[in-house]
């Protein structure tokens, strides 16, 4: 017969409840600043624009928001405008999100976070907040980015 010592197992069981809590992911960096910027109209029928003219097409900005923009053609009336500024640790000079040579996905290479093209969730990575998203509207060829966030 087999006995158990309880107060032995109570003690494993707090050691291995502190072990998991410690395996927590870090949850308080700080959050992207917003920063204002002046409405972005782009004619996306020229030819720079060319691959948002097709569901699933992107494009880097370097202009708008901190570091620029990343534009991506949801579907046939939608195109999103992510923040280029990763989502974990934000203040790092170097938490720029770029999109993967892939073309699957969105990544900072600084800390290897990545992240969705349809919504910004991170995928991988130290990221957990989403990237911060911006308005967009389609009229014809024209979309027009506004500095006010989505998310």
């Keep these: 017969m087999i006995t158990v010592n309880l107060n032995f197992l109570k003690k494993l069981l707090i050691i291995g409840f502190i072990g998991l809590l410690a395996c927590e992911p870090q949850l308080s960096d700080d959050a992207i600043p917003i920063v204002p910027f002046e409405t972005i109209e782009l004619n996306i029928a020229l030819p720079a624009y060319a691959p948002l003219q097709s569901i699933g097409g992107y494009k880097a ?48 290479a600084c800390c290897s976070s990545t992240f969705r093209f349809d919504n910004g969730n991170p ?29």
């Design 61 to 108: 900005l370097s202009e708008g928001a901190t570091r620029g923009l990343i534009l991506y053609r949801l579907d046939n009336i939608t195109i999103l405008a992510f923040d280029r500024t990763c989502s974990y640790q934000p203040q790092d000079a170097c938490a720029t999100v770029n999109v993967h040579p892939s073309g699957l996905f969105m990544n900072d």
């Design 123 to 151: 995928t991988g990575g130290p990221a957990w907040r989403p990237l911060l998203q911006y308005r967009t509207s389609l009229m014809g060829n024209t979309l027009t980015i506004t500095d006010q966030p989505v998310n």
